[in-house]
């Protein structure tokens, strides 16, 4: 009968004082505003161009309405999912979040840390502030996989995988939509942009391919190798035969993140990844871009359940990961919300972040009467236009 919900709230009327942290998105945005630097928050919390995308993400939940049944016996509920192997405790995996030195010296260990005590997996950024191998140390044996910025040199995006491999990454993702970074009006006002200090390179100036392409080494001329890491990152040449190429690189999974279009979709079935991210990378690309759950519905019809379909951009409760599952998703990604935690409260706000979104799904889950995720489905929602 018990579960993350009335665990939680057990718990919580249980001590019967009140919390010392948010419950709520908007408290756990307000409490990083309050601790980080203009320039950090601004990079966190920002979007592209006028932001309308960033918005509409949000605005898109709005239109759809859950439909709970009564009357199910949800005495027995699980809200696990499976993702290529990865198991998740609830609809969710924490998604890559660069350079996260800039929210809290801990970063990505205390984002590992947090996810493996939940039981929800995290996908690590190519430009985390620690090398893949430190934050795999945190992780211990819960699952995690490795984000990939594919760059101009082939050589080092086969090193980043194949590590990436070796320290227990079980997937790759590759990251399409952000081969240069988007009109990011709050970064230029604040004139930030972290990786010019210096953050977010560790998986770069660790590796041997990147480090025999400079004439000095990054700890004696640091400027350089950061011209040499933004020389490698962008990347508008993109194309699918990159992506084939790491997927010819490593034998874990390939899952392409940043799919928003059906007939991109339909290629990626064509060119046989193991699965894709519908997302728009939390509005901070394309201003005046679909909102990502707009574009879900035609993507998952797309893909016509030939691969997992996960989604991201704009999940901030439970009630909006289980409308991304009833419009077909296999699961959620998870950005700022934990991003803003880990600002305010370092390990431990991430694992309350996490535990709240457990909890809220399990209640939301048993009161509209479902037993499982994956019973969730159209008819478990109303679009409100209709
Ligand atoms: C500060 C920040 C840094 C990000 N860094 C990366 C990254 O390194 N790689 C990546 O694929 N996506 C990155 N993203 C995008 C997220 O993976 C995800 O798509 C987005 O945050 C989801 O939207 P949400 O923040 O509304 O949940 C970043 C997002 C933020 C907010
Ligand atoms: C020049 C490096 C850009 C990394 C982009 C990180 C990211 O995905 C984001 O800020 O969004």
């Given at each position: 009968m018990a579960g993350y919900g009335l665990d939680l709230q057990l718990e919580v009327y249980g001590k019967g004082e009140v919390p010392d942290h948010p419950f709520s998105y908007e408290g756990w945005e307000q409490r990083a505003r309050e601790v980080l630097d203009a320039g950090a928050f601004g990079y966190i919390a920002g979007g592209a161009g006028t932001e309308w995308t960033m918005r509409a993400n949000r605005e898109a939940f709005y239109r759809w309405r859950l439909r709970p049944r009564m009357l199910r016996d949800v005495s027995e509920r699980d809200l696990s999912v499976e993702v290529l192997g990865a198991r998740s405790a609830g609809p969710f995996m924490l998604a890559p979040v660069g350079v996260l030195s800039i929210a809290h010296p801990e970063a990505e260990l205390a984002v590992a840390r947090a996810a493996a005590a939940t039981g929800v997996p995290v996908i690590l950024s190519t430009v985390s502030s620690f090398t893949l191998e430190e934050v795999a140390r945190e992780s211990g044996d819960a699952p995690r996989w490795f984000q990939l910025y594919p760059g101009r040199s082939p050589e080092l995006n086969r090193s980043l995988v194949e590590r990436a491999e070796r320290a227990g990454y079980s997937a790759v993702v590759i990251t399409l939509d952000t081969t240069m970074l988007g009109f990011r009006r709050r970064d230029l006002e604040n004139a930030y942009l972290p990786f010019l200090k210096g953050e977010g390179v560790a998986n770069y100036f660790s590796d041997p391919i990147f480090r025999a392409r400079l004439k000095e080494a990054p700890e004696r001329d640091p400027e350089a190798a950061v011209r040499a890491f933004l020389e490698v990152y962008v990347t508008p040449d993109l194309t699918w035969d990159d992506v084939n190429a790491v997927r010819e690189a490593t034998s874990l999974p390939v899952l392409v993140k940043g799919i928003t279009h059906p007939e991109d979709a339909r290629e990626a079935v064509r060119q046989g990844v193991e699965g894709l991210v519908v997302s728009n990378h939390g509005g901070r690309q394309v201003d005046g871009a679909v909102?990502?759950?707009?574009?879900?519905?035609?993507?998952?019809?797309?893909?016509?359940?030939?691969?997992?379909?996960?989604?991201?951009?704009?999940?901030?409760?439970?009630?909006?990961?289980?409308?991304?599952?009833?419009?077909?998703?296999?699961?959620?990604?998870?950005?700022?919300?934990?991003?803003?935690?880990?600002?305010?409260?370092?390990?431990?706000?991430?694992?309350?972040?996490?535990?709240?979104?457990?909890?809220?799904?399990?209640?939301?889950?048993?009161?509209?009467?479902?037993?499982?995720?994956?019973?969730?489905?159209?008819?478990?929602?109303?679009?409100?236009?209709?």
């Open positions: 909102a990502a759950l707009d574009a879900l519905p035609k993507v998952v019809e797309a893909v016509g359940g030939s691969m997992p379909v996960l989604f991201d951009s704009g999940v901030r409760s439970g009630a909006d990961a289980l409308k991304a599952v009833a419009l077909g998703a296999t699961a959620t990604l998870v950005g700022r919300p934990y991003a803003y935690a880990l600002a305010a409260a370092g390990e431990s706000g991430v694992r309350r972040v996490v535990r709240s979104l457990l909890a809220e799904v399990d209640l939301q889950l048993a009161l509209s009467g479902y037993r499982s995720v994956r019973e969730l489905g159209a008819s478990s929602l109303l679009d409100a236009r209709d």
